[in-house]
């Protein structure tokens, strides 16, 4: 069977095997453990986790023809799942930890690293996740603050989970050959955060703060709250910082009390 990468479904396969070999390491897979693999395509990193002889195998692939072919070459070693992960309810795949694996389209992996981290059902259903990114967007999820990268991906993906880079990944590590750069990071759930009632509204206050870029912090302030100068006295907060400026820890204090007010 002959596979054809398609553009659409952003496939680009892992084809370096040190590459690869050094990716499944990173999840420290036992005997016991249960794995998701999204986007799983030809199979490739698929091969090795299997060497690793997890007690159970789960993939989540789009693409009807590679779930076929994923079917056949792996047979019952793996269950597939025929959707797009964006589509998933990954808290019913199984009562068991999983330890995730995603060499996914960029955009993916963007929008399903905030769609777990805004999940309303905050039961951790997950022992880590290892997700391909594009290495700018990365570098926006590792970035300190102060820094011309930090802003929402960096604040949101700090509020409840470790990241750690592991490393670049050359584009001639693919084929077909990405245009860019890949890094790889591996979250892995923090015992101690602030519980928020609704995550989404870390994701307002951010967005609000960050859409004003380059104005003093009084400005979203004003905009969230009604009597913001309380927020401010309570928070001790410098008006005349910048968003950039504050700690992920902030907004994290900022989100709280914007729930506060019934959002
Ligand atoms: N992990 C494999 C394949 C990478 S290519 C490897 O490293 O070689 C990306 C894979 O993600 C493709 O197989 C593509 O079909 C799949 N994919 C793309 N969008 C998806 C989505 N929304 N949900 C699930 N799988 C998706």
Known sequence: MIIKPKKSLGQNFLIDKNIIKKIVEVGNVKNESTILE????????????????????????????????????????????????LNVTENLISTEKLIVFGNLPYNISTQILSKWITNLDQKNWYENYILMFQKEVANRILAATNSKEYGRLSILSNWKLDIKKILDINASC????????????????????????????????????????????KNPLNQLFKKPDIIIEKLKLNINLRPQNLSPETYYLIAEEYEKLGN
């Open 38 to 85: 999204i986007g799983a395509g030809t199979g490739s990193l698929t091969e090795y986790i299997l060497e690793k002889k997890p007690k159970k195998f789960f993939i989540i692939e789009k693409d009807k023809n590679l779930v076929d072919f994923l079917n056949n070459k792996f047979g019952k070693k793996i269950h597939t799942i025929n959707d797009d992960v």
């Open 174 to 217: 693919f084929m077909p050959k990405p245009k860019v750069t890949s890094t790889l990071l591996k979250f892995t759930p923090k015992k101690k955060f602030l519980k928020l009632k609704n995550p989404k509204n870390l994701e307002v206050v951010s967005r609000i703060f960050f859409n004003q870029r380059r104005k003093k912090i």
